[in-house]
T-cell receptor, first 115, second 111 residues
Framework: DGGITQSPKYLFRKEGQNVTLSCEQN?????MYWYRQDPGQGLRLIYY???????QKGDIAEGYSVSREKKESFPLTVTSAQKNPTAFYLC??????????????FGPGTRLTVL | EDQVTQSPEALRLQEGESSSLNCSYT??????LFWYRQDPGKGPEFLFT???AGEEKEKERLKATLTKKESFLHITAPKPEDSATYLC????????????FGKGTMLLVSP
């Protein structure tokens, strides 16, 4: 089955710890994205990557880091510098065939809770 | 800066009671308006993309329409399984592949 997988589904972190969220896709999509979702708020873009070994900051990149060493993988690290990391994290991917027809498809999400 | 406002925030319908959800947007050069469905604790599921005013798309009991300022998601004779949060997003000229999302409308359909 083609799709996007995220792991783990639930993650608990102590304050001061870095944690890494996994995102893998086998859709052969060029672009990958990380969003954060909080209750009552829309999805907010953290980082995105349109090509291997390149990525750009989104609207709320502070306290997060990413890498894109392979086309299929786009892990997100939540660092201790992120002051309010408890949230639902969503990974998405899309093809990049010009400015149109670039629907983003989402993974199942990871819920991160800081204890 | 692209902006998306969805209304109402929440909507409760009886089974079979048709209604519409609204998505108002401001964007610099619309490159696409997207509708998603999100079930609790899950990732959004893609529904529709609309590109130009006057365009309409349908899927089962859902029909999405687009004007130059807003989009509507019409739900005809809804069933309890249509209960979910519906998200609207836009892509404009300012972001090559990025989307701006609204906060969503939470729909509850009672039997």
């Amino acid at each position: 089955d083609g799709g996007i997988t995220q792991s783990p589904k639930y993650l608990f972190r102590k304050e001061g710890q870095n944690v890494t969220l996994s995102c893998e896709q086998n859709l052969n999509h060029d672009a990958m994205y990380w969003y954060r979702q909080d209750p009552g708020q829309g999805l907010r873009l953290i980082y995105y990557s349109q090509i291997v070994n390149d990525f750009q900051k989104g609207d709320i990149a502070e306290g997060y880091s990413v890498s894109r060493e392979k086309k299929e993988s786009f892990p997100l690290t939540v660092t201790s510098a992120q002051k309010n990391p408890t949230a639902f994290y969503l990974c998405a991917s899309s093809i990049l065939a010009g400015p149109d027809h670039n629907e983003q498809f989402f993974g199942p999400g990871t819920r991160l809770t800081v204890l | 800066e692209d902006q998306v406002t969805q209304s109402p925030e929440a909507l409760r319908l009886q089974e079979g009671e048709s209604s519409s959800l609204n998505c108002s947007y401001t964007v610099s050069g619309l490159r696409g308006l997207f509708w998603y469905r999100q079930d609790p604790g899950k990732g959004p599921e893609f529904l529709f993309t609309l590109y130009s005013a006057g365009e309409e798309k349908e899927k089962e009991r859902l029909k999405a329409t687009l004007t130059k300022k807003e989009s509507f998601l019409h739900i005809t004779a809804p069933k309890p399984e249509d209960s979910a949060t519906y998200l609207c997003a836009v892509r404009g000229n300012s972001g090559y592949s990025t989307l701006t999302f609204g906060k969503g409308t939470m729909l509850l359909v009672s039997p």
